[in-house]
């Protein structure tokens, strides 16, 4: 009798693999061992489709779709979409925290030549190394998508966490050309960004080309250095660098 309950206790528990005849895939727990990746699958299916179509085209169901997960399993690791467009966000933070402690090291040099060349390096170049790397085209895509997207989340997201990198910019940049207006600067800082973009997040480029020029490419970083930097010496009056 006690081997008849253990058997029909058997039948009714899922096997190792989550595909027995009584399995059910929502009822996994989140910490299954053949499963370790899936909140990281989760993020990158997030931050491909948010690049890809834009925060409000995507759907939960269309993020757990191309994770492979059930959709209960994206609230309770994320909860709400617009958390987990802060946690794709949150995810690239060490990116963002490098540009930010470059840029201060460099503005608290003082002015000198070559310093506004130095802290456009340090703004962009960690954008254009991400870009390089495996899902970072996804995610300058998205950046250039979150900050044209007039929604509130949208708004919300680059305010959290690209404001502090624009008042570190903008107070680097006071020191390196000294006198020069708040509302210049601002404004430069504002052109600045929309070659950022476009540099690294509009493949464009290559149609127009004819497959000649790469969105991104690395080695015309120094060709956008000296165009960045050229644009912030005119907005504020000075000479162009030699």
């Known amino acids: 009798m006690e081997t008849t309950k253990k058997t029909s206790s058997a039948r009714r528990s899922p096997s190792p693999s989550g595909r027995g005849k009584g399995a059910r895939r929502s009822a996994v727990a989140p910490g299954d061992p053949q499963r370790p990746d899936r909140r990281q699958d989760i993020l990158a299916s997030a931050e491909f489709l948010f690049a890809e179509r834009g925060y409000a085209a995507v759907s939960v169901r269309d993020i757990a779709a191309r994770a492979g997960v059930p959709v209960a399993l994206v609230g309770y690791y994320f909860g709400r979409k617009q958390e987990l467009l802060a946690t794709v966000f949150a995810h690239r933070q060490a990116n963002l925290d490098e540009r930010i402690s470059r840029i201060r090291e460099i503005g608290a040099r003082g002015p000198g030549e070559g310093r506004v060349a130095e802290i456009v390096t340090a703004w962009a170049e960690p954008v254009v190394r991400l870009y390089g790397s495996a899902s970072g ?106």
């Open 137 to 242: 085209d996804s995610f300058s895509l998205l950046v250039a998508r979150t900050a044209w997207d007039p929604g509130p989340e949208a708004t919300e997201t680059i305010e959290r966490f690209y404001d502090p990198l624009v008042r570190a910019f903008l107070e680097a940049m006071a020191v390196a050309l000294p006198g020069c207006p708040d509302d210049r600067l601002l404004w430069a800082y504002e052109y600045a960004v929309g070659a950022l973009l476009m540099y690294v997040a509009d493949k464009r480029i290559e149609r127009l080309s004819g497959g000649r020029a790469t969105a991104g490419d690395p080695a015309l970083f120094e060709d956008f250095v000296r165009f960045v930097t050229a644009g912030l010496n005119a907005m504020c009056g000075c000479p162009p660098p030699r």
